[in-house]
């Protein structure tokens, strides 16, 4: 039986269908062509023109570029630091700038200048040899497949396959070749239109001429100016003013991206340290803003100034350019006799510093610094702001002024007995005068023979301590703080608030060990043979006594202003006023004994007087010496045994005795025992005659 089955007759529709479809897309996409093609023709025959313009016309970008930086002066106008001008070859890189036409650049201008102060390095020359398009063909040839494979490394890798291959070949550049290879990577590393110095320092005539001749075939490059920081009055005190970074250094890594939100470009010159940090500001100006107009093909057409920006402000400094100059030579030359006497022989330096009492205005800032093991001796005028040293006896003002206005003494009751102090288990504590000199003192008489003993019963009568010879001393747990809360009202252990960045507080010793109180450390502190404080905390407070009882912000930036154009005038917008940090609460009779006291170490007839060789200075001086013991520390043998014994030396004092106009801190640290000398007087007597022949 056979079996028929049905047929649909669908297969046979599908197969004739298929053309028909196939048909249809072919023609939609055929008009879809038609029609593109229609409008791009319309397009370039309607508008052609148009676009080719728009094309070819000008970008028009707008660049900033530096200022001079401002100006700084000393109180009598004369200009610490400045700028010197000079010429200099710039550059300009357009937009699409590319490495052949860099190449050719470099090139063309290693023939009109030299660049003898700087040497390239391999990988700079390396990258020069190599943007010459049959140089890096051949040395690419040179390579292993292994080393250009594009598939497996990136193109940083190979390119520093290429540069290794180039430094294994040896290759002898000449100088030119080595000038033209600093300017390849001078102008590499610029920024799309900014403005860099190819050449700014030692420009000679020739080749400003040479280069000027030829800007035409130069593509970016220009003649302008740049400026370098200059001190025509010495640089004494340039650890002061501060640094500025170069233009290739540019912006300080640590603060980078602070100074990149401020507009900052990464090439620019700031302020790295000291006023010209603390004053950034003010002293950077205001950019100049330049058009600079480029073709379609991204060369540079013009560049016009829209903007000529604004010089940095100026600054007037509180320093007499004279009168530092007369400091730092009278710092030297005491400290080289003392180095010549071997009483410096393990010293690392000496500071000087003087204040205007009245208004924290400081008026000289001198230091030196001192390398025991090279016995180099270099400046160092920073060092009153950030060396720390234990200065001794020079504080006792603030000790017997904290018992007066404690009322632990009185004006006309601070006799203390002058009885040596022992401790249980210690060595006795005394004065440098021999036990039994003197069976008692008053306030006045203690600061002139600088009694030890006085400050200490003073300290153990103020905290309220229990004593008894050769057995028990106690005293109560805040007994540091009542004495350090004192000292810090005269601002010793404190910051001043100078306006110099980098200020330290001093040193504080250990009060406790083991959780009890260090009785006999506290007694040395009331004496001035503990903590340590800075050269500048100490003329801080000795300008307290001299001005009746005001701690004032010391400054050394006492007006800002705008230099003239012709550079001979400065005209001052803001002018400082002192500030007071805090006023001490004594009263005029508190006041008086300290101050008959200072009066009496220079000016008193006891023997044990420590300041009379300044006694016939003119105007009188009133002050405080010091000696505290230290050690010599050897950083090279830290873990040395018996070091050195040694002292720091100070001076603290104010002139006149009456009315005080001036006042000065004095310090020589790691002095010989035996041989202290008067160092600190002999630089104090300068000091103060030199100020006063200066400001008759």
Same mark, same amino acid.
């Given at each position: ?319 007499? =350019?004279? @009168?530092?100059?007369?400091?730092? !030579? ?7 006799? #003392? $180095?010549? *006497?071997? /009483? =410096?022989? @393990?010293?690392?330096?000496?500071? !000087? ?7 924290? #205005? $400081?008026? *000289?800032? /001198? ?330």
């Amino acid at each position: 039986m056979k079996y028929f089955r049905k047929n649909s007759g669908t297969g046979s529709n599908k197969q004739a269908s298929t053309p028909i479809r196939m048909k249809i897309i072919l023609g939609i996409i055929f008009v879809l062509f038609a029609l593109l093609i229609g409008q791009l023709a319309y397009l370039q025959l309607a508008y052609g023109s148009r676009f080719k313009a728009e094309v070819a016309q000008n970008d028009s970008t707008v660049v900033s570029n530096q200022v001079p930086r401002g100006v700084m002066y000393d109180a009598k106008g004369r200009v610490l630091v400045g700028n010197k001008a000079n010429n200099a070859i710039t550059y300009t890189k357009g937009a699409s700038t590319s490495t052949k036409q860099i190449y050719s650049i470099s090139n063309a201008l290693s023939n009109y200048i030299t660049l003898k102060d700087e040497k390239p390095t391999e990988e700079q020359l390396a990258e020069y040899y190599l943007a010459d398009q049959d140089n890096s063909t051949r040395i690419e040839a040179k390579l292993p497949k292994s080393q250009k494979d594009s598939e497996k490394l990136t193109t940083a890798q190979i390119n520093q396959n290429l540069t290794n291959e180039v430094k294994k070949e040896n290759i002898r550049f000449t100088d030119k070749q080595k000038t033209a290879a600093l300017i390849f990577n001078k102008i590499s590393g610029a920024y799309t239109l900014s403005t860099i110095y190819i050449k700014n320092k030692g420009l000679t005539d020739r080749e400003i001429a040479q280069v000027g001749e030829h800007l035409s075939s130069l593509p970016g490059v220009g003649i302008g100016t740049d400026w370098d920081r200059s001190y025509p009055n010495g640089s004494s005190i340039q650890s002061i003013i501060g640094s500025v970074s170069t233009e290739k250094s540019g912006l300080p890594s640590d603060n980078l991206q602070y100074y990149l939100s401020q507009g900052y470009s990464r090439n620019d010159r700031v302020g790295t340290s000291y006023l010209e940090k603390e004053y950034e500001a003010l002293l950077k100006g205001t950019k100049s803003q330049s058009q600079v107009n480029t073709k379609g093909d991204g060369k540079i057409q013009q560049t016009k100034t829209v903007y000529k920006g604004q010089p940095g402000a100026s600054l007037m400094l509180t320093i007499d =350019a004279n @009168y530092q100059k007369q400091v730092q !030579a009278a710092l030297k030359r005491v400290y080289s006799s #003392a $180095l010549a *006497a071997g /009483a =410096a022989r @393990y010293s690392n330096g000496a500071y !000087a510093i003087a204040m205007n009492p009245k208004t924290g #205005a $400081l008026l *000289a800032v /001198a230091g030196l610094n001192h390398n025991p093991k090279t016995n180099k001796t270099t400046d160092n005028a920073l060092g009153v702001i950030n060396q720390s040293f234990v200065m001794g006896s020079a504080i006792k003002g603030a000790t017997v002024a904290g018992g007066l206005i404690n009322n632990v003494i009185t004006p006309t009751n601070n006799t203390l007995p002058d009885t040596a102090i022992y401790l249980p288990g210690s060595p006795v504590k005394k004065s440098v005068y021999p036990i039994g000199t003197f069976g008692a003192l008053d306030a006045q008489t203690a600061l002139e023979v600088s009694s030890n003993i006085y400050m200490m019963h003073l300290a153990m009568k103020w905290v309220g301590a229990k004593y008894v010879p050769k057995q028990f001393i106690s005293m109560p747990d805040n007994s540091f703080n009542i004495l350090r809360r004192n000292f810090n009202m005269f601002g010793l252990g404190q910051k001043t608030g100078v306006d110099l960045p980098g200020e330290v507080s001093g040193i504080e010793g250990r009060s406790f060990k083991n959780g009890r109180i260090l009785s006999g450390s506290l007694l040395d502190l009331a004496y001035g043979n503990f903590d340590a404080y800075t050269p500048i905390q100490m003329v801080q407070y000795v300008s307290t006594i001299a001005n009746g009882g005001y701690r004032l912000q010391p400054y050394i930036v006492q007006g800002i202003g705008k230099t003239s154009n012709d550079g001979k005038k400065i005209y001052i917008n803001y002018n400082k006023k002192p500030n007071i940090q805090q006023q001490i609460p004594w009263t005029s009779a508190d006041l008086n004994v300290i101050r008959s006291g200072f009066w009496r170490v220079v000016h008193g007839t006891n023997g044990w007087g420590t300041a009379h060789p300044l006694k016939n200075v003119k105007p009188s001086i009133s002050g405080k010496t010091g000696t505290a013991q230290t050690f010599y520390y050897d950083p090279d043998h830290p873990n040395q045994k018996n070091p050195p014994e040694l002292i720091n030396a100070t001076f603290v004092g104010y002139a006149p005795s009456k009315n005080p106009k001036l006042a000065i801190a004095v310090v020589f640290p790691g002095l010989d025992p035996d041989g202290e000398g008067t160092y600190t007087l002999q630089v104090a007597k300068a000091m103060v005659q030199d100020y006063f022949k200066l400001h008759k």
